[in-house]
């Protein structure tokens, strides 16, 4: 099984995060895994931005016939994870080594529980949330799509 997830790294408790908060990402998938915090160094990023970015890259890849791949790069990290396209499967890898190859829907499913999970417990400020927010509404839209 395939899954995404997404932390924080520690800070103040404000009561929101700034939209500019460091946090960490991890794939983990049934060949493999990568994941930002075990890398030497620490690959920090731009969480909120780096869940956007995701979302937005990945929902372009999948809905898009002449894309074939789409590399989500950390906000302001090297953290990196490659998306291609082959055939109605998603390949995610990392560093050279390959994390899954599955269906884009299920690619699309587990990037999604990874982010609604990550957002019961985080309180981005904004622009972050309505950003967050909005590119969450664009990939839910097109996860009915592709499973329709």
Excluded: H
Aim: with cysteine; aromatic share 8%; charged share 20%.
């Amino acid at each position: 099984m395939l899954t995404f997830s997404f932390e924080l790294a520690a800070e103040p408790d404000t009561g929101t995060q700034s939209s500019y908060a460091m946090g960490y990402m991890s794939v983990l998938g049934p060949q493999g895994g990568v994941d930002s915090r075990t890398i030497e160094p620490a690959k920090q990023m731009m969480i909120f931005l780096s869940i956007v970015d995701l979302l937005d890259g990945l929902r372009r890849l999948i809905a898009t016939p002449d894309w074939d791949t789409y590399q989500l790069i950390g906000t302001d990290s090297s953290f990196s994870v490659l998306f291609e396209k082959i055939e109605k499967d998603v390949r995610v890898s990392a560093n050279g080594s390959i994390i899954s190859q599955c269906p884009a829907g299920q690619v699309a499913s587990a990037v999604l529980r990874g982010v609604d999970l990550f957002l019961a417990s985080a309180q981005p400020d904004e622009p972050a949330f309505s950003d967050l927010t909005q590119a969450r509404a664009d990939f839910k839209v097109m996860l009915k799509e592709i499973e329709q």
